[in-house]
């Protein structure tokens, strides 16, 4: 963005801040972000691994429980999506696609927001009561995180690294909470829920570097985010190799532990993390709006992939894997 274009962004409309416009119901919706709510296809994994820990336990499961349990997410999700949209309005108008937010641009009454926002999260936690108290801890952890990541004096993502650990840890919160909707009691294996927040880590540093290469000049990616200011390509590919060298060593922790057959998962994995790190460095990337992934079919196919294998595998046995395994350390000694 250009200099004159910075001068028009922060001289955007300032109707929103004021709380005097009032947009249509369209705009409102488009600011609980519904096109987002595809992500809590990360609850799914949480619900295999209660099969896989207690096979029994699909006889018991409540599949109204885990429906409504996405449900919930979704409007605690949107919550935060609506407080996200408030309080970056101004600095969203120095970003060249954000600016066009309904906020951002003027378009929407901030009182009525904030009822939305409120509105929202009781909505998704009074679901979350009715599916049981651990399940609502972790709807009401997932909407304590958005107002941490978002709201003044914390705000999370102003602060290097913070805010990509912050907004990532909804990764493993997601999973608890499909493990909780089950009405499974126990609490997640912890070297999983830490492998999860590491690539939802990885996902978050390549849609930074994505948007820090899409802005193109640091004096305006600093206007629009503050952690930018800190920022270059380089500290942000070095942290997209640090988050995934550390999801390499839990899911090894969760592999040697509890199945070694999800080693033949990995390739399938690291192949379609090296492909959505790629598309971080395309112009205009898609990786910095995750809800235009769908428009690469390739990368898709490759998640499904993994995705599919990983899920049977945890439920397919290869016994001659650990035979190969220990006849090799044998043949070691």
Known sequence: MTERAVRSASAAPKRAAGGGAGG??????????????????????????????????????????????????????????????????PSDRFHP?????????????IRVAYVEWLGLAAVGLG?????????LAAAALLWVMGILYNAPPIRLKDV?????????????????????STGYGSFPTLSVLLAYWMFGAFLMATKRLAEFRVIGDPTVA?????????YNEERLLASIVFYAALF????????????????????????AMARYLHIGFLPDSPAQRPERLHTLPGLLALIAVAGIISALLLFVD???????FRQWDEWQR
Request: net charge positive.
């Open 24 to 89: 249509g119901l369209g705009a409102y919706v488009r600011i609980a972000r519904p096109s987002h709510w595809f992500k809590n296809v990360f609850m799914l994994p949480g619900i295999f691994l209660v099969f896989f820990f207690d096979p029994a336990f699909i006889t018991r499961f409540s599949l109204l429980k885990i429906v409504l349990g996405v449900v919930s997410a979704c409007f605690v999700a949107s919550s935060n999506y609506v407080l996200n949209e408030i309080l970056d309005a």
């Open 222 to 230: 600093t206007r629009y985010r503050r952690s930018f200011g800190y």
């Open 127 to 135: 679901i979350g009561a009715w599916i049981g108290p651990r399940f």
């Open 318 to 324: 290869f016994p001659i894997l650990g035979r190969l």
């Open 248 to 271: 390499a060593m839990f899911s090894g922790v969760f592999i040697a532990r509890y199945r070694l057959e999800l080693v033949l998962a990995t390739p399938f994995v690291c192949l």
């Open 97 to 109: 696609v954000k600016r066009q937010r309904p906020i951002a641009s003027g378009q929407l009454a």
């Open 160 to 180: 290097p690294y913070a805010d990509v650990l912050a907004e990532s840890i909804n990764n493993p919160i997601r999973m608890a909470l499909g493990w909780y």
